[in-house]
């Protein structure tokens, strides 16, 4: 049975950001999240098994699964390679993930973060595209898929392996587009060339390209004095033919809002826009940035409890923006919420080892401690 599009909304509600309070997903928040997003029109979920430790799956079922009928919305999740020891996880993790979210199937099940020498050799050692299938024939997933982080090549392969995939999550934004270690680009054709719909993560790239510089911010006001710098990366990958849905991780009402707007009657790019995004992106690369997109993957197995996203957040301002107090003041806030520093890091690359940016961490944080530990 294929996707049928014309049921996916073009924007999806990404559940790895969601806002917090106290130190816990801010449920009340989250309704109302929710229930905005539902009254667009709009009702496509995702979330994964380790998203905000475990919560996420939890928070949608309360916020959407027990107030809205099932028929209603369409929900995916993901299976991590990283919990899998033996056959039997494949079962317990499933198992959990329904019980967790309120619902007795999935629309979409992915297989979470396949990338080269990673996480791809357990699903198949542990046979897990067999497996999804026998789910799906059960009823229990309707589409089945993964999500990617690996090279145009390996892309390739595990296509080649199992032509049983329907669908495929990608990194991709315009800042990425030729990115030498992302490569949006060569992924983005390689699935289009295959007519293999995509979902598109990131495509603001962890928020990074909702505030840019002033500069560059005034090329973009010039040509759409209403629009948010967010909606332009949002209309880039809107643009481009064979993307299904483009997920954003909100984590305010305000930011839903505002990508509500971008796809309500939604307007791709003309050809200016589409030159000016060009010229935005040029000036751009020429700023030395951390390619982090604040996944967090980083953070929970850290022995010194380095909030490393955070930390390279602040070092992105500081050279952006050439200023020095602001990014030190958000940093020391940073450590006073528990965070170890830049320079207690011990270098023992378990944050390098689960990166799917493959970012010299340990590099970056010595470099970041210079800057904001002195």
């Known amino acids: 049975m294929s996707i049928d599009l014309s049921k996916m909304p073009k924007l999806g509600f990404g559940l790895m950001r969601l806002p917090e309070k106290d ?36 928070a949608i079922g309360q916020a959407l699964a027990k107030r809205y009928p099932r028929d209603q919305f369409m929900l ?17 993790v499933f198992n959990e993930q329904l019980e967790r979210c309120c619902v007795d199937y999935f629309d979409l099940y992915l297989l979470h ?30 589409h089945f898929g993964f999500s990617f982080h690996g090279s145009p090549a390996y892309l390739t392969e595990v296509l080649d392996a199992h032509p049983e995939i329907e669908f495929v ?24 060339g295959r007519r293999i719909p995509m979902i598109i993560m990131e495509p603001v790239k962890g928020g990074t390209l909702a505030q840019l510089t002033p500069e560059l911010e005034a090329m973009y006001k010039a040509a759409r004095p209403d629009a948010s710098v967010a909606s332009w990366a949002l209309r880039f990958v809107g643009s481009l033919p064979g993307v299904m849905t483009i997920l954003s991780g909100m984590s305010t009402e305000e930011q839903m809002a505002d990508n509500v707007k971008t796809f309500t009657n939604f307007e791709p790019l003309t050809e200016e826009e589409q030159a000016l995004v060009g010229k935005v992106r040029a000036i751009m ?18 022995p010194m409890k380095i909030a490393i996203p955070d930390i390279f957040r602040a070092v992105n301002t500081m050279n952006l923006y050439g200023d020095v107090f602001r990014p030190k003041a958000f940093y020391n806030g ?41």
């Open 169 to 192: 999550q990608i990194q991709l934004n315009y800042a990425d587009w030729k990115n030498p270690v992302v490569r949006s680009g060569e992924l983005y054709e390689i699935l289009h």
């Open 23 to 58: 130190g816990a997903i801010d449920l009340d928040q989250v309704c109302r999240m929710v229930d905005a997003y539902m009254q667009a029109g709009m009702n496509y979920f995702d979330t994964a098994y380790v998203y905000h430790g475990g919560n996420s799956e939890k």
């Open 334 to 374: 940073v450590i006073s919420q528990g965070s170890g520093r830049a320079a207690d890091c011990i270098a023992c690359g378990q944050c390098e080892g689960v990166c799917p940016q493959h970012l010299p961490i340990i590099d970056l944080l010595k470099d970041a401690a210079g800057k904001l530990d002195n």
């Open 76 to 92: 995916a999740t993901k299976l991590p390679a990283w919990c899998l020891k033996e056959p039997a996880d494949r079962d317990r």
């Open 113 to 142: 973060s396949i990338e080269d020498g990673s996480n791809g050799p357990a699903y198949e050692r542990f046979d897990c595209y067999s497996w999804a299938l026998q789910k799906k024939a059960e009823g229990k997933i309707k």
């Open 285 to 302: 690369l020429n700023v030395p940035q951390i390619g982090c997109t604040s996944c967090r993957y980083c953070t929970p197995g850290c």
